[in-house]
């Protein structure tokens, strides 16, 4: 904070301080002024160097720390208000200016980290790109166009879907490691979480057999039970519920599903309702199911 008449005293305890008129003025013109100037001209000149000579993961790893450098200097040096507004200004320089560029880089970008499965890079990406969440575009179209190609890889494989029981689960598998990428990599953000389930319904839409196909697999399922599959019965049931969900009708599913499949589908929407996703009581549906 600026002084007028400032004079530096020694206390007692041999500690030297000013001590005169606070002028918020003189310390806006003389000192935050410049330092928010000056230190946003050189991040700017950093951040065009970095996106041009290092890898998405790089840039990443530098902006960040650059950012929490930078925090932690201006609670030290400006006042509250000021140091919102340098971060948001500084944020802006360092990702939404090259967050495209960043996110498309050929071999090391939001694409390929989805597509090779690096999560730790992409939650590193993700968390950066959090501060500005506007910047989450690209990154989410790329996962739906992702998710979308290998949907219809699936659907274009005419052994899979002469038969629906491995076309169901060809779908659950795809969907149990999407649904991890965006558990791990994506660290959760609820806009992936969206995205994601956006993709699985255009997939299940896409192909007009998958709604008669997943009553088929469930009948299958209520009709030989989990016999010496115990140890993936929690996994079988929430995959089954994972692509009913997102059907969207649901006729075409009820036109096919046989007298048993609808005591399937409600003893799961019930304890779903009943419970949050950790806490879902599988053991009990294996019971009312007679698993």
């Given at each position: 904070?600026?002084?007028e008449?400032?004079?530096?005293?020694?206390?007692?305890?041999g500690?030297?301080?000013?001590?005169?008129?606070?002028?918020?003025?003189?310390?806006?013109?003389?000192?935050?002024?410049e330092?928010?100037?000056?230190?946003?001209?050189?991040?700017?000149?950093?951040?065009?160097?970095?996106?041009?000579?290092?890898?998405?993961?790089?840039?990443?790893?530098?902006?960040?720390?650059?950012?929490?450098?930078?925090?932690?200097?201006?609670?030290?040096?400006?006042?509250?208000?000021?140091?919102?507004?340098?971060?948001?200004n500084?944020?802006?320089v360092?990702?939404?200016?090259?967050?495209?560029?960043l996110?498309?880089?050929?071999?090391t970008?939001?694409?390929?980290?989805?597509?090779?499965?690096?999560?730790?890079?992409?939650?590193?990406?993700?968390q950066?790109?959090?501060?500005?969440?506007?910047?989450?575009?690209?990154?989410?179209?790329?996962?739906?166009?992702?998710?979308?190609?290998r949907?219809?890889?699936?659907?274009?494989?005419?052994?899979v879907?002469?038969?629906p029981?491995?076309?169901?689960?060809?779908?659950?598998?795809?969907?149990?490691?999407?649904?991890?990428?965006v558990?791990?990599?994506?660290d959760?953000e609820?806009?992936?979480?969206?995205?994601?389930?956006?993709?699985?319904?255009f997939?299940?839409?896409?192909f007009?057999?998958?709604?008669?196909?997943?009553?088929?697999?469930?009948?299958?399922?209520?009709?030989?039970?989990?016999?010496?599959?115990?140890?993936?019965?929690?996994?079988?049931?929430?995959?089954?519920f994972?692509?009913?969900?997102?059907?969207?009708?649901?006729?075409?599913?009820?036109?096919?599903?046989?007298?048993?499949t609808?005591?399937?589908?409600?003893?799961?929407?019930?304890?779903?309702?009943?419970t949050v996703?950790?806490?879902f009581?599988?053991?009990?549906?294996?019971?009312?199911?007679?698993?």
């Open positions: 904070m600026g002084m008449g400032a004079v530096l005293r020694k206390g007692e305890d500690i030297l301080s000013w001590d005169g008129k606070a002028n918020p003025e003189s310390y806006v013109n003389y000192f935050e002024t330092y928010m100037k000056q230190a946003l001209e050189h991040y700017a000149a950093e951040a065009n160097k970095w996106i041009t000579t290092m890898t998405c993961p790089e840039y990443v790893k530098k902006a960040t720390e650059a950012l929490e450098s930078e925090a932690k200097k201006a609670d030290h040096l400006l006042e509250q208000d000021s140091m919102a507004l340098y971060m948001s500084l944020e802006k360092i990702i939404c200016d090259h967050s495209q560029e996110v498309e880089k050929e071999h970008g939001a694409g390929k980290m989805i597509e090779q499965k690096r999560n730790e890079e992409l939650k590193a990406l993700i950066l790109l959090r501060r500005k969440p506007e910047t989450f575009k690209p990154v989410l179209e790329k996962l739906y166009n992702y998710v979308t190609s949907g219809k890889a699936i659907q274009q494989d005419k052994a879907t002469e038969d029981i491995e076309y169901t689960k060809k779908l659950m598998e795809l969907k149990k490691e999407m649904d991890q990428l558990e791990e990599g994506c959760m609820m806009k992936f979480v969206t995205e994601n389930d956006k993709a699985f319904t997939i299940l839409a896409d007009s057999p998958s709604a008669k196909f997943l009553a088929i697999y469930i009948d299958h399922l209520m009709r030989q039970g989990l016999k010496g599959f115990e140890a993936k019965a929690d996994e079988i049931i929430t995959g089954a994972s692509l009913y969900k997102l059907l969207r009708p649901k006729d075409a599913f009820t036109e096919h599903h046989t007298v048993s609808p005591h399937f589908i409600t003893l799961l929407e019930t304890f779903w309702r009943e996703a950790e806490d009581n599988f053991r009990r549906v294996r019971r009312n199911l007679h698993f």
